[in-house]
């Protein structure tokens, strides 16, 4: 597997796909070997947890879950949703907006 990923942590993505499709909101962690992302206010799930401390409540909860990297795209601040291209800026690698050219 080991795929490089265009998306990172921080990036503003727009959900394309699935029941959240339309939302946008940050990505809170990327994983790698499953492909996956998470972000934030998005694919919302209860989930069962655990007591753990005696201020902790317990009982059900609303976590976000991780949602397929193809599912998700980067959003540009002037065009919106787009695709990822790369440019060579002297010795670096420039993530760039494939409608406006505009850097990431």
Do not use: W
Request: hydrophobic share 35%.
């Amino acid at each position: 597997m080991n795929v490089k990923f265009k998306i990172r942590k921080d990036d503003t993505v727009e959900i394309i796909a699935g029941k959240d499709k339309g939302k946008r909101g940050a990505i809170v962690r990327v994983i790698r070997d499953k492909d996956r992302v998470i972000v934030s206010g998005a694919n919302l799930v209860k989930k069962a947890m655990k007591k753990r401390s005696q201020q902790d409540r317990g009982g059900i909860v609303e976590i976000e879950a991780p949602i397929h990297v193809s599912n998700v795209m980067i959003v540009c601040k002037k065009c919106g949703p787009t695709r990822i291209g790369y440019k060579i800026d002297g010795d670096k690698k420039v993530r760039v907006c494939r409608k406006c050219g505009e850097a990431l």
